[in-house]
C-alpha cells in the first residue's frame, strides 16, 4: 500500500502566535517551530496502517526551508520518504492555494490513501482534506477516531455531534484523524539516524505545473483588513475557600445576574 | 435583494431547528434576504420557525443519496443553488461539517472562505477571533460568492417576521459524493440537558473530579442553572464523561454567557475552546493552575466542598 501523511510545520503550541504588521501573516520565524500536534497522530496512524498491512508512508509538506526539520521529525519517527514544497512565492498562501498546491503534488503519485491530522494549531480552520479530497475527486474519510482496511476498501468512524458515523470507500481516499486514534511514537535514537538518510524530495510551485501568480498572499480569495491583539482581561478575583467558598461564587453569580 | 443561503442544522431526533441556524439568520439579514437550506425530512413542520427568524424560502434536499453520503451532497446541492441563484454569501456554521463543506464549495465555486467567524457586518467584513482568542482579525472575501462558517453563541437571535415558502431541489448526487458511504449513525445517548455549543451555562469537570461517580457533584451543579456539562481531556480520556462532551481544541468549541470549570488545569487545548466564554468561574485546589488567568471568579478550594455548596446556595436562591 503507498500511503501519504500530509505534514505541517507550526509554532510551538506554547508559543505566543503574532500577526507581522507587515502583510498580517502568522509570524513563522520567530517561535520555534513544531510538528503540528494533530499530524503526530496522522503520522502514527501510516505508520501503524503500514506495519499492519505493508507498504510505504512518504511524508508531504509545504512550508518554508525549516520545514524540513518537521519532515525529517516524521522521518525519524518511521516513514520511508519525504516531499517538501518550498517555494518564496508560496508565502501567505490561503487554504484554497495550500489544497492546490497538495493536491497537485498528491495527484498521480499512486497514492491508497493521504491522511491528515484533523486540523492545524495555529489555523484551525480544518478544511485542507476536504478541499484536496474535492480536488482529488476522491473519497473523503474524516475526523476518524478509528480506522481499519479490509482489501481495497477503507472503514472509519467519524466523530458527530451526537457520536459517530461508520463510513467506507473504496480507496483511494483521503482520511483526517482526531487525536483520540492512537498514542504517536516518540523518534528512537536509531529512527533519528536513519531519517538522515532518507530520501526527501524539494519541489517547487513550477515543478508542480502550476502558476506562481494562483499562489501566495496576492491570489488568496479572502485578505485581511485589519487585526488588533485582544486587550488583556482584567484580572478576576481569586479567594481561597474558607468554608464558604461556594456561597461565595453563588453571590458572585446572583450579582452577575446568573441566579 | 440578493438571496443569502444559510445551511441549516436540526436535531437528527426531534427535527427542531438548532437555536445556531437562528443566529445565522439573524447574521443573513444584514447581506440580503436570507433563505434557508434544509437536509433531510421534517423541513415542512420547520416553516414557521423559519419565517419567524425572517427566512422568506427554505430550498429542501430530501432524498436517500442525501443521507447515504457524508458531507458532499451538501456541497452539490449547494453549489447548484449558488450558480442558479448567484446569492450575496453563503453562510453555514462552525461544525466539523459545515467546515468540511464550506471548504469544498469554496474550491468548487472558485470563492473565498473564512471560518469560525464570530460576527459579519453589513460589508461582509467578518470578525474573528484567533490564537485562543488573543487576537481580533477583520478579513473579507475578495474572490467569487463569500462563505463563512459562524460559530455559535456569536449573535442573539432575532425574530424578523416574514411567510417562508418551501421550494424542493434536485437530491441528485455527483459521483464523488458516492465514493463513500454511510453504513451506521452511533448516537450516543444525551439526555435532557442543553446542547454543549448552544448553553448559556456549561459547567465543565477535569482530572481533580477524579472519577465518573464523580461528575455527580458537576452534573448536579449544572443542573441548578439549567446548564450543560463539559469536560477536560482528562476526564474524558479516562472514561470518566463521554468524549461527545469534551472541550478543547480536540472537542466542541464553546461560548457560553458563563464557564464554571471544575479540577481543570487550564492547558492551553482546553483553553482553545472556551476562551471566548464570556464570564469563567474556576475551582480548583491549586492556587497556581493556569485556570485562574482566565477567571473573572475563582475560589482555590477542593471542588468537593465547594461546589456542592455552591448547588445548595442556587436552589436556595431559587426558591
Ligand atoms: C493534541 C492534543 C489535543 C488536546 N486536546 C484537548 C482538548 O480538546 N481538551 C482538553 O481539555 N484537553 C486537550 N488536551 C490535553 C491537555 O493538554 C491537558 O492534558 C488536559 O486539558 C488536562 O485536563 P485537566 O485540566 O482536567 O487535568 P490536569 O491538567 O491534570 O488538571 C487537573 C486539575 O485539577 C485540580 N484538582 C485536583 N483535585 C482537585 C479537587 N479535589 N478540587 C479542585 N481541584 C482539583 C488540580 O489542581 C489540577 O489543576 C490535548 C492535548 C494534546 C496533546
Known sequence: MKIAVCVKQVPDTWAEKTLREQDSTLDRESPDGVLNELDEYAVEEALQIAEAHGGEVTVVSMGPARAAETVRKALSMGADAGIHIQDDVLHGSDAIATSAVLAAALADKGFDLIIFGSESTDARMSVIPAMVAERLGVAQLTFAQRVSIAGTDVTIERVTDYGFDTITAAMPAVVSVVEKINEPRYPSFKGIMAAKKKPVETLAVADLGLDAASVGQAAAWSAVEDFAARPPKPAGTIVSDDGDGGARIASYLTEQKFI | ?319
Open chain 2, 1 to 319: 435583494m440578493a438571496k443569502v443561503l444559510v445551511l441549516v442544522e436540526h436535531d437528527a431526533a426531534s427535527g427542531s431547528v438548532k437555536k445556531a441556524s437562528l443566529e445565522l439568520l439573524t447574521l443573513a439579514r444584514r447581506l440580503g434576504d436570507p433563505a434557508a437550506v434544509w437536509f433531510g425530512a421534517g423541513s415542512t413542520a420547520a416553516l414557521t420557525v423559519l419565517g419567524e427568524y425572517g427566512a422568506s424560502t427554505v430550498y429542501v434536499a430530501d432524498g436517500d443519496d442525501v443521507k447515504a453520503h457524508p458531507v458532499v451532497p451538501m456541497v452539490d446541492v449547494l453549489s447548484a443553488l449558488v450558480a442558479e441563484l448567484s446569492p450575496a454569501a453563503v453562510i453555514v456554521p462552525s461544525s466539523a461539517d459545515g467546515k468540511e463543506v464550506a471548504g469544498r464549495l469554496a474550491v468548487r465555486t472558485g470563492s473565498g472562505v473564512i471560518t469560525d467567524a464570530v460576527d459579519i457586518d453589513a460589508s461582509g467584513v467578518a470578525t474573528q477571533s484567533v490564537f485562543g482568542g488573543s487576537t481580533v482579525v477583520h478579513s473579507k472575501v475578495t474572490s467569487g460568492t463569500p462563505i463563512y462558517t459562524v460559530r455559535s453563541n456569536s449573535v442573539a437571535p432575532e425574530p424578523a417576521p416574514t411567510t417562508c415558502t418551501a421550494q424542493t431541489v434536485s437530491t441528485e448526487v455527483s459521483a464523488v459524493a458516492k465514493t463513500a458511504t454511510v453504513v451506521e449513525r452511533t448516537v450516543a445517548s444525551k439526555g435532557g440537558r442543553p446542547e454543549l455549543t448552544e448553553a448559556a451555562v456549561v459547567v465543565s469537570g477535569g482530572r481533580g473530579v477524579g472519577g465518573s461517580e464523580g461528575f455527580s457533584v458537576i452534573e448536579k451543579l449544572a443542573d441548578s442553572l439549567g446548564a450543560a456539562v463539559g469536560a477536560s481531556r482528562a476526564a474524558t480520556d479516562a472514561g470518566w464523561y463521554p468524549h461527545q462532551y469534551q472541550v478543547g481544541q480536540t472537542g466542541k468549541t464553546v461560548s457560553p454567557q458563563l464557564y464554571i470549570a471544575n479540577g481543570i488545569s487550564g492547558a492551553i487545548q482546553h483553553r482553545a475552546g472556551m476562551q471566548t466564554s464570556k464570564m469563567v468561574v474556576a475551582v480548583n485546589k491549586d492556587a497556581e493552575a493556569p485556570i485562574f488567568e482566565l477567571a473573572d471568579f475563582g475560589v482555590v478550594g477542593d471542588l468537593f466542598e465547594v461546589v456542592p455548596q455552591l448547588t445548595d446556595e442556587i436552589e436556595k436562591r431559587a426558591n
